[in-house]
């Protein structure tokens, strides 16, 4: 590792933990201060905080390893995902900040709660156990990335006191995200995640474009020569369930809390329009670049003979090979970037969840702020370091845990989110009928492995898929059954 790449990556290190010490003077004050900004986010700030919380790490890691190893086919998880934000941004958005606004919620559980006063602690309770549950995993999967960046580019570096490359940078990636946001709050996310996803957004811009055309690249044309039948075909290989599975990924941004708690931050109803356009602009761009570095990387590596055991990281490998120290440094940072944009963002969604939904409800209702933003700070501790021992295990793929809980949180909440806000009739017990159902479908989908491997069938089904299904199900069936108690 080059002095300059280690300069660039600790000038990074430094300016998020600036931002967080710039937000911890102007608004941790109280609860809103803290959790949600006191709801004055710009459009370009939500916009691209939005956009960076939800790629992490799978970005420049997970979805490039899949088009490496599998060619053009795996596309279609970037396609649905654009179709899903589109309509994310346009149904939940406007309605989300309005409604949560008048009812006074700082989360999304508490908006739940304030919608369906009936079942308000159920959805409180039950929400709350879903999203620390899911957002361990979640957190995990940005843990493991930071792990494998340390374990590729660093290896022997920087001491360890007898841990493994991998290990380091699980805990240093760690411990510079708690830091910023321990302190910080939704502020120092926000504005990491704008500075983040512009960094982002630059490097998934130069990357494919020096890999094709700057020395060894062969301007691009050896892409077509990579010897995989069909590389760069949207079909070869596309089996109906792995259709389905691939554009039903675009499900789940209904219910990522992560990304909809910015939207009840906007400053105002009006912005959405403008932050939707910025937003959907940054991701068609980033997404682009994600195909290009998997396919780009794939036609480079094979052209110079070169040895790649790990698909998920060519970014890191090709940040190494081809460019300046300095410019090696601004690349890693991007994936730093990645990573730690989105598990910043699920550590203060926990955070809030386990303070406003479990200590303020059953242990302390009646606490002062101060108290509560304290509470708020140990709980992002907890969470981070429950993620910590998942992402122990250096063989975990990013791509396969962010799918998981991906899943878990577009399945549980998503009907949920989506028709409180747009049906009238929906009722509090059909509300917890659908957040059981859809976080118990997928997880029992993938302890049956019918995500890999259907009964009496070679290919699986990703468990979004039912999940979402039986959620929404289970939300208008017993919602119709319990209207007249409800009335």
């Not at 620390?132 to 340390?150: R, S």
């Not at 794939?298 to 990281?313: F, H, S």
Request: proline share 3%.
């Amino acid at each position: 590792m080059e002095t300059g790449t280690l300069v660039t990556l600790a000038l990074y290190f430094v300016l998020m933990l600036g931002i967080g010490f710039y937000a911890w003077r102007r608004s941790t004050s109280d609860s809103a201060g803290y959790l949600l900004a006191g709801r004055s986010l710009s459009p370009p700030v939500a916009a691209l905080s939005a956009g960076a919380s939800d790629m992490s790490g799978w970005l420049l890691l997970g979805l490039p390893g899949a088009l490496y190893a599998s060619g053009l086919v795996e596309a279609w998880i970037a396609i649905g995902l654009f179709a899903g934000a589109w309509v994310n941004w346009v149904v939940v958005a406007p309605r989300l900040r309005q409604q949560s606004e008048d009812r006074g919620a700082l989360t999304i559980p508490a908006f739940l709660a304030a919608r369906f006063p009936d079942q308000a602690t159920a959805l409180r309770v039950v929400s709350a156990v879903v999203i620390v549950l899911f957002f361990a995993v979640y957190t995990a999967a940005g843990l493991v990335g930071g792990g494998k960046l340390f374990a590729t580019s660093f290896a022997g570096v920087l001491p360890g006191a007898g841990m493994s490359d991998y290990m380091l940078g699980v805990w240093i990636t760690a411990g510079v995200v708690l830091a910023y946001t321990v302190f910080g709050g939704f502020l120092a996310v926000s504005l990491t995640d704008f500075v983040q996803g512009v960094i982002m957004l630059v490097a998934l811009v130069v990357m494919p474009l020096v890999v094709m055309f700057g020395e060894g690249g062969s301007a691009g044309g050896s892409i077509a020569a990579v010897p995989q039948a069909g590389f760069l075909s949207l079909t070869s290989g596309l089996t109906v369930l792995g259709f389905v599975s691939a554009v039903t990924w675009g499900l789940g941004y209904f219910g990522q809390p992560h990304i909809i708690v910015r939207f009840m931050a906007l400053r105002s109803v009006a912005e959405v329009p403008v932050a939707r356009r910025i937003g959907m602009a940054w991701m068609g761009v980033c997404l682009i670049g994600a195909i290009g570095v998997g396919l780009a990387g794939r036609a480079y590596v094979e052209r110079n003979g070169i040895a790649l055991e790990d698909p998920e990281t060519v970014f890191i490998v090709l940040a190494d090979l081809l460019f300046h120290p300095l410019v090696t440094g601004f690349l890693l940072a991007a994936l730093l970037a990645a990573i730690m944009s989105t598990v910043s963002s699920q550590l203060l969604v926990a955070s809030s969840s386990l303070t406003e939904d479990m200590y303020r409800l059953f242990l302390r209702r009646d606490c002062s702020e101060r108290e509560a933003v304290m509470v708020s700070r140990v709980s992002v501790l907890l969470v981070a370091l429950a993620a910590i021992a998942i992402a122990a295990d250096p063989s975990s793929g990013v791509l396969g845990l962010v799918s998981n809980a991906w899943a878990g949180f577009g399945a549980a909440f998503g009907p949920l989110v989506i028709l409180a806000l747009t049906w009238d009739r929906m009722t509090g017990a059909g509300a917890v009928a659908g957040l059981v159902a859809g976080a118990g479908v997928v997880a029992g989908w993938i302890a049956l492995g019918w995500n890999k491997a259907l009964p009496g069938v070679d290919a699986g089904l990703y468990e979004i898929v039912p999940g979402f299904a039986a959620a929404w199900l289970a939300i208008v069936l017993v919602s119709r059954m319990t209207q007249a108690k409800h009335n």
